[in-house]
């Protein structure tokens, strides 16, 4: 089975500052990816960041990296230097190899809020 | 063409109406998802199909029924919905069932139910 969790409903963070956003996950495949979407208001759901399962270095797009901790199944979000814009709905998703569910399963969410 | 298009934005629909979602990309990807949003809840899987096939439906009621036509259209045809049925509908592509990367959203369909 595969399961995501995110532990913090909703995150504050004050503009300019790096925020961390946890994110740990369960699969028994040795093959799966890790996916970080923003989701604001409007409802799109936009892609950040992934990082593969046996991709050796840490993901990074621009402000956003992953710091992946295979060991102890974790994929957080860092921001760095956060923006108003930066506020919204951020979810962790897997799709895991093997027989299983064959789609993304999302975690649960948090709401970040990026204070002036 | 890296998008996901869905019609319509928002859409208001009485119980006893019948309506369509549409969703369209030209990514040339072959499996396509529709997912159900709830407010303040993460998407939860409703169907997926590969190669125009039915792969996956996870045990959604048969007032949605889905459809796709062919490799780059899929629809979602509501009737007789209730008002609990009010959501975000998000579809979303990849390049097949077993693509692990490159999963695309589209931006939604805000549907309310009255």
């Known amino acids: 089975a595969q399961k995501i969790t995110q532990t913090q409903p909703g995150m504050f963070v004050q503009e300019k500052e790096a925020v961390t956003l946890d994110c740990t996950y369960d699969t028994s495949d040795p093959s799966y990816g890790l996916f970080w979407y923003k989701q604001p208001s409007s409802g799109e759901m936009i892609f950040l960041i992934y990082?593969?399962?046996?991709?050796?270095q840490n993901a990074t797009e621009g402000r956003y990296s992953l710091n992946f901790q295979k060991a102890r199944k974790s994929a957080n979000l860092v921001i760095s230097a956060s923006q108003l814009g930066d506020s919204a709905m951020y979810f962790c998703?897997?799709?895991?190899?093997?027989?299983?569910?064959?789609?993304?399963?999302f975690g649960s969410g948090t709401r970040l809020q990026v204070q002036p | 063409d890296t998008e996901v298009t869905q019609t319509p934005k928002h859409l208001v629909m009485g119980m006893t109406n019948k309506k369509s979602l549409k969703c369209e990309q030209h990514?040339?990807?072959?499996?396509m998802y529709w997912y159900k949003q709830k407010a303040k809840k993460p998407p939860e899987l409703m169907f997926v199909y590969s190669y125009e096939k039915l792969s996956i439906n996870e045990s959604v009621p048969s007032r949605f029924s889905p459809e796709c036509p062919n490799s780059s259209l899929l629809n979602l045809h509501l009737h007789a919905l209730q008002p609990e049925d009010s959501a975000l509908y998000l579809c979303a592509s990849s390049q097949g069932l077993e693509a692990l990367y490159g999963y695309t959203f589209g931006s939604g369909t805000r549907l309310t139910v009255v």
């Open positions: 990514m040339g990807h072959r499996a």
């Open positions: 990082q593969g399962s046996y991709d050796q």
């Open positions: 998703a897997m799709r895991a190899s093997g027989t299983g569910r064959r789609a993304l399963t």
